[in-house]
């Protein structure tokens, strides 16, 4: 979550702060990538990451439940 604020940050304010919403996706470009797919890339990896903890938090509550145990990995 930190990369993505400090990302979205640094399109805001680098090289001058932005003046329009529209700048961003001319800021968020790479090469010859559009910065809407660069953006929708990042919101992407970021809510994978966010689903793999989720779906691994769950799997461990239920292992625990198994074991009757609240000690986690053990």
């Known amino acids: 979550m930190i990369h993505a604020v400090a990302y979205y940050g ?3 304010i680098h090289p001058t702060p932005l003046t329009s919403l529209a ?3 001319e800021r968020a470009a790479i ?4 910065g809407g797919w ?3 890339a990042g919101v992407l990896f970021h809510t994978s990451w966010l689903m793999f903890a989720l ?3 769950r799997i461990e509550i239920a292992s625990r439940r198994e ?6 990995m053990g």
């Not at 090469?31 to 559009?34: A, K, Q, V």
């Not at 074991?67 to 986690?72: G, Q």
């Open 31 to 34: 090469g010859p990538i559009p």
């Open 10 to 12: 640094k399109l805001a």
């Open 67 to 72: 074991r009757h145990s609240l000690i986690a």
């Open 55 to 57: 779906v691994t938090q």
């Open 38 to 40: 660069v953006v929708a």
């Open 23 to 25: 700048d961003i996706w």
